[in-house]
């Protein structure tokens, strides 16, 4: 027997979530199938390590891109905190760093001089002020309509700022604006942050990368979502949950064909979340009037493939999708305290309560490219740190927060997934986790190894997860947390505007199936855009019926 819903949604990350939300909120009957038992995607927090009484944000970590219109359209009660300081990079080849405080521009200004980066420090200034006037121009388009090239250039109205920082590769505008070699690194990851690129990309893909890095919010500002990442996939089910959709765990969808009709098979989900509706063993068939899909395109290609065999016997018709490359090993660390830096004029709150830089000067950002696409794991591999706690320490049980202790959490550029196959993979983990622990301690005045807390196990806090890994956890294509090579915030002049899908910029090219997750345009990071988006694109097609 196949059910029917007007709108089925496969995958029950934040983005399907909040597609669910406002489709149900209009009245429509929307069912939501997540193979996991866990609803939130990369979107959740996890107890990583047994026994101890820590939730990890555990694959997405801060929040930037999410529009203030979906928490209020929404009703959502997320609480976003704002960490007072920007970044703190030390310098790998000599004394100090680069300490950027928010609050203190004085303090900063003070920071670069100390490098000898005085004039630096005037052209840090007017950089992000133009960035700045690109994040007020675009991010209030991001919930409507795609605009055309032309009509985003004119909506920033400032030619040079356009030129430099979307025609012509970042890298190369970046490196002609400052002159100090750290200064130009720490402004160049943010076109670097799950996306391999040299310093000169041609393909302007990091600049693709650094824009979404520097619009969020309208101000380019990356919170700490107050109780976790699953705080925020938490309340986005809430609201769907209100409205009266159906969000059912352990569900796996095994095939979808061209007519809408989707194949559940029940009871093959992991791990476990109160909330979700859990059916019971076997196989269900659902026709929708309309399917968003929030996975990748390589993953709905696998699921058409397998409708195609099931409907008509043969292959499907389906145009293949273009590789997916992730480029990052993400680790999760418990420790005791904070560790002692080598600057010990720096109190160690202040380095670590922002991003703090390790090995991301602008040359070692190329050397390590460059190592990469190779074959060989960079040596020192550049990363970064996120301490979730000094800012939300809610997150840690009473004893924890107590004790003193914090946590860590590194993401490591320039790993791409071509280093790592299925045989290798474990090997590889351990390897990485070897090259992110040396590169950390090569800036710090002790160890970070003998700062890790132990679980129930006596295992130490420490948890990595590699481009494969991320795969076969959450199916993202080559470990790629974008689902694929990002897209502009725009349509090319040339762009066909004849559907709601074409302009809400979440077709598939099939009538009535559309992403509404990473893989639409303008998706990507915690944003819940593409399940707005999506749900749009519906609620225009329905109007029209």
């Known amino acids: 027997m196949t059910e029917r819903r007007d709108v089925v949604i496969i995958g029950g990350g934040h983005n399907g979530l909040a597609a669910a939300a406002y489709l149900a909120r209009a009245g429509l009957d929307v069912e939501v199938l997540e193979r996991l038992d866990v609803l939130g995607g990369a ?70 001089a100390s490098l000898g980066a005085v004039a630096d420090a005037e052209a840090w200034q007017r950089f992000y002020a133009g960035t700045g006037r690109l994040a007020r121009a675009l991010f209030p388009t991001v919930t409507d309509p ?11 109205g400032d030619d040079a700022l356009w030129d430099a920082l979307i025609e012509r590769p970042v890298g190369t505008t970046i490196a002609d604006t400052f002159a100090d070699d750290l200064v130009r690194g720490v402004v160049y990851t943010d076109a670097l942050i799950g996306t391999f690129a040299p310093n000169d990309d041609a393909s302007l893909l990091a600049n693709r990368c650094f824009l979404y890095h520097v619009i969020g919010g309208g101000t380019g500002a990356w919170n700490v979502p107050v109780g976790g990442m699953g705080a925020v996939s938490g309340e986005l089910a809430r609201a769907a949950r209100l409205a009266g959709a159906r969000l059912t765990t352990g569900a796996e969808v095994v095939a979808l064909d061209g007519d809408r009709v989707v194949t559940v098979r029940q009871g093959h989900g992991r791990g476990g979340e109160r909330g979700g509706e859990r059916s019971a063993d076997g196989e269900r068939r659902i026709a929708a009037d309309q399917v968003l899909v ?27 999708s273009p590789a997916a490359e992730g480029s990052q090993v993400k680790v999760n660390l418990l420790l005791s305290r904070l560790p002692r830096l080598r600057d010990a004029a720096l109190a160690p709150a202040a380095a670590f309560g922002g991003t703090f830089h390790i090995n991301e000067t602008f040359r070692q950002l190329q050397s390590a490219y460059d190592a990469a696409a190779s074959g060989r794991v ?30 860590l959490t590194v993401f490591a550029l320039h790993a791409p997934d071509r280093l790592v196959t299925e045989a290798t993979n474990d090997a590889m ?16 005045a002790e ?50 505007t004849g559907t709601p899908a074409e302009r809400w910029g979440v077709g598939t090219g099939l009538a009535g199936i559309h992403f509404c997750g990473s893989a639409a345009q303008r998706g990507g990071a915690v944003s819940a855009i593409g399940g707005h988006n999506a749900a749009m694109a519906v609620l225009e097609e329905r109007a029209g019926l």
Do not use: M
Request: hydrophobic share 40%; with cysteine; proline share 8%.
């Open 294 to 320: 929030n996975c990748s395109p390589a993953e709905l290609a696998r699921l058409l493939a397998a409708g195609s065999r099931d409907s008509a016997g043969g292959a499907s018709e389906g145009a293949a």
């Open 146 to 156: 795609l605009l055309t090239r032309s009509e985003a250039r004119a909506a920033v």
């Open 447 to 496: 160890p970070v190894e003998s700062l890790l807390l132990t679980d129930a196990n006596g295992d130490p806090c420490i948890e990595t997860k590699t481009t494969r890994d991320l795969e076969h956890a959450l199916r993202l294509p080559g470990g790629s947390i974008f689902h694929g090579d990002l897209s502009w915030p725009w349509l090319e002049d040339d762009a066909p």
């Open 378 to 407: 960079p040596e020192p591999i550049p990363a970064e740190i996120y301490c979730h706690s000094l800012t939300d320490p809610s997150i840690l049980g009473p004893e924890l927060r107590a004790s003193g202790a914090q946590t």
């Open 43 to 112: 979107a959740v927090s996890a107890q990583a390590f047994p026994g101890v009484d820590a939730r990890l944000s555990r694959y997405s970590y801060l929040v930037s891109l999410l529009p203030q219109k979906v928490i209020d359209d929404l009703g959502l009660s997320i609480a976003l905190a704002p960490r007072r300081y920007s970044s703190y990079t030390p310098n790998p080849h000599g004394a100090g760093g680069l300490l950027v405080d928010d609050h203190d521009p004085e303090a900063t200004a003070a920071s670069f």
């Open 429 to 444: 983990r351990a390897t990485l986790q070897a090259a992110v622990l040396a590169s950390l301690d090569s800036v710090l």
